[in-house]
């Protein structure tokens, strides 16, 4: 079963920007803020710097300053 939702108080300009696009989309307003919601809710969530750099030590990657070396090195062994 759907849930209703309100959003109170929105600027006019924005609403009036989200008509436009609705309209653009082929879609009622409502149909175009379902759609941008099930966009929003499908993205992974936003990762911190610290999250993603503990997922690159996690995966074995390397630092800038590493992979600068890395190439430096096999441009030299050729």
Same mark, same amino acid.
């Given at each position: 079963?759907? *849930?209703?939702?309100?959003? /109170?108080?929105?600027?006019?300009? *924005? *609403? !009036? @920007?989200? /008509?436009? @696009?609705? %309209? /653009?989309?082929? @879609?009622?307003?409502?149909?175009?803020?379902?759609?941008? #919601?099930?966009?929003? %809710? &499908?993205?992974?969530? #936003? &990762?911190? *710097?610290?999250?993603?750099?503990?997922?690159? !030590?996690? #995966?074995?990657?390397?630092?800038?300053?590493? %992979?600068?070396?890395? #190439? @430096?090195?096999?441009?030299?062994?050729?």
């Amino acid at each position: 079963m759907g *849930v209703n939702l309100s959003i /109170k108080n929105a600027p006019e300009d *924005v *609403v !009036q @920007r989200l /008509k436009e @696009r609705a %309209a /653009k989309n082929h @879609r009622s307003l409502q149909g175009e803020l379902l759609s941008i #919601i099930e966009e929003a %809710a &499908r993205r992974p969530p #936003i &990762r911190t *710097v610290e999250e993603l750099r503990a997922e690159i !030590q996690r #995966i074995g990657g390397t630092s800038p300053s590493e %992979a600068v070396e890395m #190439i @430096r090195a096999d441009r030299d062994s050729r």
